[in-house]
């Protein structure tokens, strides 16, 4: 089944295309401005992505570029009004894999999009076959031995994930991440329901026991496993029983908190003994699932991938119903971790720090395992990066407000509630300006990633994670989103106004120049050189059209965003800003998040249109060198 983001801020488009691209099966994702569709692109994966060149708060072209420098080769379609040779070659040098101009064909669209994936998938058979069943793409029918299976849309989309990943498990998040769209949540029964039908159709047809249930782990086709199968499955266990090399700080850090991941192995065993003696109570069994919970989410940081499976696996068996009957699959899996948590974590040489760290940006990781967080912040340290870390939430809000963090690392899996990582957050997004959040967590659920892209998450990284990479992925986030920095000049001769205008735009960092006298706006504007201008439309002296239109005149001050605050919203009012010049206008009494919303945005513009006026530049002059 195919999954397409779709970009695009103009609604009746929208409501214009979805229709179409689901009638071709495609789960399909809406984002109305790049910044929710980055979020998206982050948390989801995606086969195509279709974008708008003239988004708010992130246009096309820069969702195109980030997303191709931080190595995402997802094929994306831009969509736009633009129709010059040099907007279509700044869109296709900015990584996108083709270009379709407004207003457009449906069938055309459709055509470029059937192209695009045709491109991804051209090393894959047109029909695919596992012994006497046949899928056939074309047409969208699956026959076994000749019969044809009569399959619901979503049944249909199961068989194919499976047919087209043979000897992959796919848990029921990955399976609900690939085949349920943002736009539909789905049940906590949506999958073992689906599969359960597309069983008993098989079944029906002759294919008896074709999917296979891998207890705690998911589902996958069942089929003989050959002798090269079972000797490389036999090679790669035997692999994982050898921890990955990690740093000697972080090898330091193990060294100090062995013997407490050791305690924590040491309670599963107690649980499996109790277990075997038929006397294990539910607040052991609860206290077992809570520590191969934390093994789980926290060895792999200490190059311990083995042992954490193992521990995943054994979190799994204890909150299933029938753990009795995995006694000895239980038994076997402790008594291995036991075994790999005595081995010595072998670390490799200190390396350089990372000179494009970012020395000046400030992290906070907040997790309730002091081993990790200590390995994590060992980690910042040895990269030229401010660290702090937190063990609580209460320790975590504590630091925020006491030093205001560049970027948090938060962990979702803390005991005091459920939703106690989702609040902290809410709290993050919801600060003016918003602090850049990673979710950092084991739980590895549709409905856990769902929410972490609702609630303003950056990145969702899922535990087992080595330091280094956590803190590369920190890096490109800090390097995606550099702090919008201006001043502005405002005009107006309310000075109540003025203060309050202040009060709003100083907490995003923003440097405010306040004039409530209008006949000194030419020598201030020339003094201060701001970076953008607000101005009242009614003034007692003069109006904010006429200063507005003494700043276009100028050429100079040719490109500096001027943003027009107006009482009147109609129609002539509007029509006389923008023939002034002015690039918006805000409405009086003010609203705080569109007011930030505007001021941010012509910002960005500024900045993206001179970076590439500078790129242009730079590109023409070295050719003609």
Not at 86 to 109: C, Q, R, T, W
Not at 192 to 220: P, S
Request: with cysteine; glycine share 4%.
């Amino acid at each position: 089944m195919v999954k397409v983001l779709l970009v695009e801020d103009d609604r009746s488009l929208v409501e214009i295309v979805h229709p179409a691209l689901t009638s071709q099966h495609y789960r399909v994702d809406v984002a109305a401005d790049g910044l929710e569709g980055w979020k998206l692109a982050e948390a989801f994966e995606y086969d195509l992505m279709l974008l708008d060149v003239g988004l708010p708060r992130l246009d096309g072209l820069s969702f195109c570029r980030q997303r191709r420098k931080q190595g995402d080769r997802t094929p994306i379609l831009l969509l736009t009004a633009r129709d010059a040779s040099p907007d279509k070659v700044a869109g296709l040098d900015a990584g996108a894999d083709d270009y379709l101009v407004k207003p457009f064909n449906l069938d055309e669209l459709l055509a470029r999009i059937r192209a695009l994936l045709r491109r991804v998938r051209d090393a894959r058979t047109p029909i695919i076959e596992w012994g006497a069943l046949q899928l056939d793409p074309s047409n969208c029918q699956v026959t076994y031995s000749g019969r044809l299976l009569k399959l619901t849309a979503k049944e249909y989309e199961l068989l194919e994930l499976f047919l087209r990943n043979p000897h992959r498990i796919f848990s029921q998040s990955a399976l609900l991440d690939r085949l349920w769209s943002f736009d539909e949540p789905p049940s906590e029964n949506a999958v073992r329901t689906q599969i359960k039908t597309l069983r008993k159709k098989l079944k029906q047809a002759g294919a008896k026991n074709l999917l296979e249930t891998i207890y705690g782990l998911g589902y996958r086709l069942k089929g003989e496993r050959t002798a090269e199968r079972i000797a490389s499955e036999s090679s790669r266990s035997q692999a994982e029983q050898q921890p990955a090399a990690i740093s000697p700080a972080i090898a330091r850090v193990w060294e100090r908190h062995r013997s407490k991941y050791c305690d924590r192995a040491a309670v599963l065993a107690e649980a499996i003994a109790a277990m075997t003696s038929g006397s294990l109570t539910p607040e052991l069994r609860h206290r077992a699932v809570r520590e191969a919970h934390t093994l789980a989410g926290s060895l792999g940081s200490f190059g311990f991938h083995g042992a954490s499976e193992k521990s995943r696996q054994i979190e799994q068996l204890l909150q299933g119903e029938e753990e009795q009957s995995h006694l000895t699959q239980l038994s076997a899996l402790v008594a291995a971790l036991q075994a790999e948590l005595e081995i010595e974590a072998p670390s490799m040489a200190e390396t350089e720090p990372t000179r494009d760290s970012l020395p000046k940006s400030r992290l906070l990781v907040v997790d309730d395992d002091p081993a990790v967080v200590d390995a994590l912040v060992q980690e910042a340290i040895s990269q030229s990066m401010a660290s702090e870390g937190a063990i609580t939430l209460a320790q975590a809000r504590d630091a925020i407000a006491r030093h205001c963090p560049d970027i948090v690392l938060l962990d979702l899996g803390f005991p005091e509630s459920a939703e106690a990582g989702f609040e902290l957050l809410d709290e993050l997004s919801a600060a003016r300006p918003p602090i850049p959040t990673i979710v950092f967590t084991a739980k590895d659920g549709w409905r856990d990633r769902l929410k972490a892209a609702r609630l303003g998450a950056q990145g969702f990284l899922q535990k087992p994670i080595s330091p280094p990479r956590v803190l590369e992925t920190v890096r490109q986030i800090l390097q995606q989103s550099p702090p919008i920095v201006g001043k502005l000049l405002i005009v107006d001769d309310d000075t109540l106004l003025l203060e309050r205008l202040s009060q709003i735009l100083k907490p995003w960092g923003l440097e405010t120049v306040l004039l409530d006298a209008p006949q000194r706006f030419w020598s201030v504007l020339e003094q201060t050189e701001p970076n953008l201008l607000m101005v009242a439309l009614e003034m007692s002296e003069v109006s904010g059209i006429e200063l507005c239109q003494v700043v276009r005149n100028e050429p100079k001050w040719n490109d500096l965003p001027v943003l027009i605050l107006c009482r009147d919203r109609d129609s002539t009012t509007v029509e006389r800003v923008f023939v002034a010049g002015a690039d918006d206008y805000i409405q009086k009494p003010i609203v705080e998040p569109e007011l930030i919303a505007r001021v941010l945005n012509r910002l960005e513009r500024r900045q993206l249109r001179r970076k590439v006026v500078a790129e242009w530049y730079r590109t023409t002059r070295d050719g003609e060198v």
